[in-house]
């Protein structure tokens, strides 16, 4: 059965250092997520994306943060600056169509 | 703003046990309703979900739920509970009437089982 990937699975970085995190989202899937949880917290919604474009973005997701997909498989998350505060678990989920989310492992980051 | 609470943080029980966990979500015009798992070192993984129709959906692993409009709750149930269910379960939202495909999670109930 198709997954969702995610790489690294564990990052560590210094505050005021940029990220990237990487999600090869299922191959005939047309939308694209991102979401976060703080140990301890609700997993929450970052942002979403289809057709190239964000569809929708959350509070959280501001101007430090980006999306792109470079190629036809990958899908990516930067953080521009880090702040001790994005240290998180970032899932990647996509779907076929505005129904079911099909998440990834999770990228563990922590920044200190 | 759209909320999903789970009653329970941790739920301990014995094998063959029955397990209900609670789920109600904030009022916001039409809504899909999720519930995920999330084994030990794994990724969430579908357990079942409710767009329409019946409202006791069956989902993988003998689990089931019942989305019960008048309440704002969709609890998950399963009769005889397995060792290998130990795993954290979240229930999920999708509040689509305002054409938002976001997924507003509950905290998340930890059910550990003992053989």
């Known amino acids: 059965e198709p997954e969702v990937t995610q790489t690294p699975s564990h990052q560590v970085t210094q505050m005021g250092q940029e990220v990237i995190l990487r999600c090869v989202p299922i191959?005939?899937?047309?939308?694209f997520y991102w979401y976060r949880q703080i140990l301890g917290q609700k997993v929450e919604f970052l942002v979403s994306?289809?057709?190239?474009?964000?569809?929708?973005k959350s509070e959280i997701f501001d101007d430090q943060f980006s999306v792109e997909r470079p190629d036809g498989s990958n899908f990516t998350l930067k953080i521009r600056s880090t702040k001790l505060e994005d240290s998180a678990m970032y899932f990647c989920a996509s779907s076929y169509s505005t129904d079911t989310q099909y998440f990834g492992p999770g990228t563990r980051l922590t920044v200190l | 703003a759209q909320s999903v609470s789970q009653h329970n943080h941790h739920v301990i029980l014995s094998e063959a046990a029955s397990l209900e966990l609670g789920c109600n979500y904030s009022y916001g015009g039409t809504v899909n309703l999720f519930w995920y798992v999330q084994y030990p070192g794994q990724h969430l993984q579908l357990l079942l979900k409710y767009f329409s129709g019946d409202p006791l959906v069956k989902g993988i692993k003998g689990f089931e739920a019942e989305f019960i409009k008048s309440k704002f709750s969709f609890n998950l149930r399963k009769p005889s509970v397995q060792w290998s269910d130990t795993a954290e379960y979240f229930c999920a939202a999708i509040y689509s009437g305002a054409g938002s495909y976001q997924l507003t999670f509950g905290k998340g109930t930890k059910l550990s089982v003992i053989p």
């Open positions: 994306f289809y057709n190239n474009e964000i569809s929708e």
């Open positions: 191959s005939n899937h047309l939308y």
